[in-house]
């Protein structure tokens, strides 16, 4: 019997990794994010693609792939999105973080990114004081009756009299609008019984809940410089395996077109008041709608997968 050892001749794909925390300027804080890096030629497929986000656990990862030319001069990307369970449509903090890994990491000379996603193309471009800013489509939702989400609401809120009004966007975001009197502590210290979401309303209308609160001083809706959020929020989507999200960029996709039309203006300032936070410049557009935000890069590294 030989003594050599044996030959191992399984390939081995080690795919450039990143985590990011997105909406935010500070480590710890905003939504973090995985960012894996993928070249043309790895043909990683879908099922690869959940079993990393699987493995990595994070409310999202994001997959930007090269399909032409190099990482440091393409100015067009291809970008799917997946939380542990399954591949969303839009997300907006891992596109920013995908942007801020291209621009800050890979050295992309580009000012402006365009990404090619199950949401069409999305532009991303550097903005001043570090901001990044993303170019979405704005999802205005519809008002819907109370009693039709009763359910659903009432394990969403301490008493259904707390609520101002809901409404629903095609896109499957649940907004519900407290009362103006309610101050910010109460939102954040609000306990929506998520595990109970998904039995209340099983049919797939609602893919997520938005908690919203319109800002005043006198609510503290204010920022460690004293500036007023024109709206805070909180978002929840256990029906995508997210119990909360920190920080939600396709949630104020919906917010935004909400809050632009009942304060009557078009630049907004919001903050998502998780444990974790986070703060989103927005300006409204006719059917689009812009979202800056700052990133910081945590991890950097590599996942080796066999394939």
Request: hydrophobic share 35%.
């Amino acid at each position: 019997m030989s003594d050599e050892k044996e030959i191992d001749k399984r390939e081995y794909l080690n795919i450039p990794m990143y985590i990011v925390d997105a909406f935010t300027s500070k480590p710890f804080e905003g939504n973090p994010a995985a960012i894996c890096l993928i070249n043309y030629e790895m043909g990683l497929t879908s099922d690869e693609m959940q079993k990393i986000a699987k493995e990595m656990n994070l409310s999202e990862t994001a997959f930007v792939t090269l399909t032409k030319g190099d990482f440091q001069s393409s100015p067009s990307f291809g970008l799917r999105w997946f939380t542990p369970t399954t591949e969303v449509s839009l997300c907006g903090h891992a596109t920013l973080a995908s942007a801020a890994v291209l621009f800050n990491e890979a050295g992309n000379q580009c000012e402006q990114i365009h990404f090619d996603s199950l949401s069409g193309e999305l532009t991303v471009e550097r903005s001043q004081k570090d901001l990044i800013t993303l170019n979405f489509p704005l999802n205005p939702p519809e008002p819907k009756n109370v009693k039709d989400f009763k359910a659903l609401l009432e394990v969403c809120v301490d008493d259904l009299s707390d609520i101002d009004e809901i409404q629903l966007s095609a896109t499957g975001k649940l907004l519900i609008r407290l009362k103006d009197s309610f101050r910010r502590d109460y939102l954040e210290t609000m306990q929506p019984r998520t595990n109970e979401m998904i039995a209340s309303l099983p049919d797939g209308l609602v893919k997520g809940v938005g908690i919203t609160v319109k800002g005043s001083v006198e609510n503290g809706s204010v920022d460690s410089e004293g500036n007023v959020y024109d709206f805070i929020s909180r978002y929840f989507a256990p029906w995508l395996g997210i119990h909360e999200d920190p920080v939600t960029g396709s949630w104020h996709t919906v917010a935004s077109a909400y809050w632009a039309k009942n304060l009557n203006k078009t630049n907004l300032y919001a903050r998502q008041c998780s444990q974790r936070g986070g703060d989103l410049w927005i300006k409204v557009l006719d059917t689009r709608v812009t979202l800056s935000g700052k990133a910081v890069v945590n991890l950097r590294g590599q996942f080796t997968i066999v394939k």
